[in-house]
Antibody, heavy 118, light 110 residues
Framework: QVQLIQSGSELKNPGASVKVSCKASGYSFTAHSINWVRQAPGQGLEWMGWINVNTGTPTYAQGFIGRFVFSLDTSVTTAYLQISGLKAEDTAVYYC???????????WGQGTLVTVSS | QSMLTQPPSVSAAPGQKVTISCSGSSSNIGSSYVSWYQQLPGTAPKLLIYDNYKRPSGIPDRFSGSKSGTSATLGITGLQTEDEADYYCATLDSTLRTGVFGGGTKLTVL
């Protein structure tokens, strides 16, 4: 069965970096792009962007350009989200999601809570 | 402020029907498929509807989707207490080539 398993919760100091992983299994990894979605505490879903799993090319939504980096390791069918220069407002649950077709997410990771606090 | 507008909340009694609207523009809903997601408290979102009206395997036919012009609607019939959740619409903005979610609607089953 298709699964996206994300890494565990993180507690980071302001200014630090964090790398969230999303391990895919149960399907051909290169057949679907991986998207990232942010959900701040008590807020709605926010599309962060996606990575083309065939080419490794990332696309970032406005607001996620600069400190956010999407990457892949196709040898272990894993996508990554790295955030640098963490700020308190980056505190959120971050989800990876498989895209079946242009912003239609049929499988989701369980989410990774990133807390930024001193 | 999302490009897709949903009512913040809706409510109805068990067994009743409810609809949730999602209003956009010609560059997003008007030119792309709409999908809908259910998010139960503390869990990841779940795909309910894709391609405007199609249901993934395992989603009961109590859930339906439709689209007309620049608006989409999610319908839920035979409401059950376990339907209490947040519901989100999503689509592609074809001009910006970005994904966009609605602000979400909290469904309360009274």
């Amino acid at each position: 069965q298709v699964q996206l398993i994300q890494s565990g919760s993180e507690l980071k100091n302001p200014g630090a970096s964090v790398k969230v992983s999303c391990k895919a299994s149960g399907y051909s990894f290169t057949a679907h792009s991986i998207n990232w979605v942010r959900q701040a505490p008590g807020q709605g879903l926010e599309w962060m962007g996606w990575i083309n799993v065939n080419t490794g090319t990332p696309t970032y939504a406005q607001g996620f350009i600069g400190r956010f980096v999407f990457s892949l390791d196709t040898s272990v069918t894993t996508a990554y989200l790295q955030i640098s220069g963490l700020k308190a407002e980056d505190t959120a649950v971050y989800y990876c999601a498989r895209d079946r077709n242009d912003i239609e997410f049929d499988y989701w990771g369980q989410g990774t809570l990133v807390t930024v606090s001193s | 402020q999302s490009m897709l507008t949903q009512p913040p909340s809706v409510s109805a009694a068990p067994g009743q029907k409810v609809t949730i609207s999602c209003s956009g523009s010609s560059s997003n809903i008007g030119s792309s498929y709409v999908s809908w997601y259910q998010q139960l408290p503390g869990t990841a979102p779940k795909l309910l509807i894709y391609d405007n009206y199609k249901r993934p395997s395992g989603i009961p036919d109590r859930f339906s989707g439709s689209k007309s012009g620049t608006s989409a609607t999610l319908g839920i019939t035979g409401l059950q207490t376990e339907d209490e959740a947040d519901y989100y619409c999503a689509t592609l903005d074809s001009t910006l080539r970005t994904g966009v979610f609605g602000g979400g609607t909290k469904l309360t089953v009274l």
